[in-house]
């Protein structure tokens, strides 16, 4: 049995490197990068989300699909709980 360094060393010696090939986006669809890409910047600069969360009641629901009922508008001050229950933070 070999040991991982040992196994490590065996499949470097049979990788070979590929050659860097430029390609238009439009043509890019199933490539693979050859490394890790990263973006100068964040985008958009600046905080924000799309979507806060989600409430879902599983009273009932079993295992068939849900229906969306309902959608609410992002608000800017928190909103209060009409129904707090205990929780605990770790």
């Known amino acids: ?32 990068l050859r490394e890790n890409i990263y973006a100068e910047r964040d985008q958009p600069p600046f905080d924000r989300v799309a979507m806060d969360g989600i409430a879902l009641s599983t009273a009932g629901a079993g295992t068939g699909r849900l229906r969306v009922v309902g959608m609410q508008a992002p608000v800017i001050r928190r909103a209060r709980c009409p129904n707090p229950k205990p929780a605990s933070r770790s």
């Open 1 to 32: 049995m070999l040991t991982p360094a040992q196994a490590e060393t065996l499949i470097e010696q049979h990788l070979t490197c590929l050659p860097i090939e430029s390609l238009p986006l439009t043509q890019a669809a199933g490539a693979v």
